[in-house]
Nanobody
Framework: QVQLVESGGGLVQAGGSLRLSCAAS????????MGWFRQVPGKVRNFVAL????????VYADSVKGRFTISRDNAKNTLYLQMNSLKPEDTAVYYC?????????????????WGRGTQVTVSS
């Protein structure tokens, strides 16, 4: 079955950096658009970034544009999120997600598969 396993979360001071990874299995990784989302307890899950199957197209939430970079390594079936200049408001559980095919990337793209998430905490 499809598995998406996030890692790399943790506690970091404001201004610091973290790199999240998402290891995918049970799917033809290069046939999927991939994305990162985040959720704070009691609030809706929000879009962070999406990448096309090749990594050639990307979109970002305005709140992370210029600070976060989404990338993928199709040879390793792995998705990444490099997070720089972290702020306390970036604190959330970060989820990896997959969408079959070659969709137009948008913040409201419905995803097919989800990981279980990794906690990112940014202290002030």
């Amino acid at each position: 079955q499809v598995q998406l396993v996030e890692s790399g979360g943790g506690l970091v001071q404001a201004g610091g950096s973290l790199r999240l990874s998402c290891a995918a299995s049970g799917l033809a990784f290069s046939d999927y658009a991939m994305g990162w989302f985040r959720q704070v307890p009691g609030k809706v899950r929000n879009f962070v970034a999406l990448t096309s199957w090749s990594g050639g197209n990307t979109v970002y939430a305005d709140s992370v544009k210029g600070r976060f970079t989404i990338s993928r390594d199709n040879a390793k079936n792995t998705l990444y999120l490099q997070m720089n200049s972290l702020k306390p408001e970036d604190t959330a559980v970060y989820y990896c997600a997959a969408k079959l095919g070659y969709p137009i990337l948008s913040s409201d793209l419905p995803m097919d598969y989800w990981g279980r998430g990794t906690q990112v905490t940014v202290s002030s």
